[in-house]
């Protein structure tokens, strides 16, 4: 799951101010947490000094031969503008920017990945999609998500009273994983053969 | 030379660090290391310690040796990939430098540049199965390599005085199945940890050199209690450099505290690693102090 956060003001500014701008939103993908509020209240400044074309408002901005035959409805609208500012996740800015491939299109969000999947309620549990699951090795718990180095063979010197050296509000990855396997009287887990991360997996699908 | 050889000789073996400077002068540092770590058997070289940009480790390993030093290569696996960090295993060996330390590294958000990317492909245990791989005649990838392979003495870390000594244990036993043949530990300032550590760590049956801080302060050693991983100096040993700000700042105190650790510790071990931290220049003293 991805959750977007508006673009600070002052990133934001620089690129319409005194311009005029079509607006794209993308709302109700179930992936995707929209700033809706904010969104609108940064709009409506913009309508209100008379800088927008055009709006649209709709789902899975993504989708690209849907949103060609949206676009081509405000054609009009977009040709009036400067630049085309899109509100959606990085997937979606690029869709509407290699449609609009003239025009100047720019991101009115950041997109950052948020645990859990769809379906699923975002919770504590971590899994950034790597392509060789760990978690057999090491009793359930994640070592890419849950080690601030994603370390596969075992806890680093960082860990201070059980707590990372990065984020001493986070418990050392390792030092659960060590737990977790000495609980389940699977300490001889740790003693398999030296892990190697396999940075290419996702070429291979 | 490589400091295995001198472990397999029954040495008690002496080596001590220096850290690169942020710049490209090191007359100084080399003067120094000249000057007082002639008596030890290696000098480590920290490869951007503690994340903070300096200069570069093999570098600085190629200077000492030219001045007859015998140096560590330390590689961290945070600042390079594994194609980096093969290259510069491969550089070390045409410089002629025989000895290296893999370590994982600290974290980049820990030090100058928190903003940076934080590498680590590899970790210690990867690093040192590539080094095994390399003296083989072959790389990570597979390919063979063309002529010599390297020959390296590989050395590792582990920290004896950690709150989780078993996890460190463990992580000890998979590097030396990857090929460790040597160990530097953390910094002690707790002997019976260290004691105990050892009972446990004799089973792998290779080399440890304690690791040893000359305390320079109490507000040192506080500030090293609150934010450095696997260092806990104790209550007494505060008060004895506070006792006498002068003696202590004088370095005396110190170095009375650290010959006291090593004393304690080297029944157990077969070496002590100095980070001297800037006192280089009391690195003899503390040695004929601890009657090295």
Redesign the interface.
Known sequence: MLITELKAREALMPLVEGKKVFIINCEGCKEVHFPGKEAREFQKELADAGCVTGTITTDYICNPENMELRLQNHMEEIKAADAVLVFSCGVGVQTIANYLEDKKVYAGCDTYPLPGFQGVTPLEYKCDQCGECYLNLTGGICPITACSKSLVNGQCGGSKDGMCEVDNTMECGWERIYRRLAQLGRLDVLKCPTQIRNFATDDEI | MKITELFERGEFVVSAEVGPPKGFHVEHLLEEAKTYLKGVHAVNVTDNQSSVMRLGSLAMCKALKDEGLNPIFQLACRDRNRIALESDLLSAAMFGIENILCL?G??T??GDHPQAK?V???????L??TVSKLEEGED?GGNKLVGEPPKFAKGA???PC???V???L??M??KV??GAEYFQT?AVFEPEKFIKFMEKAKQFGKPVQVGIIIPKSAGMVRFMNNN???IHVPDEMIEELKKDPEKAKAGITGVEIAARIIKECKPYCQGVHIMALGWESKVPELLKAAGI
């Open positions: 994982t600290d974290h958000k820990m934080p680590f492909d590899l970790d210690s245990v990867s040192l199965h990570l870390v582990v920290s950690s709150d989780s078993d996890a460190q463990a992580k036993e998979r199945a990857a953390q450095v991983a696997g």
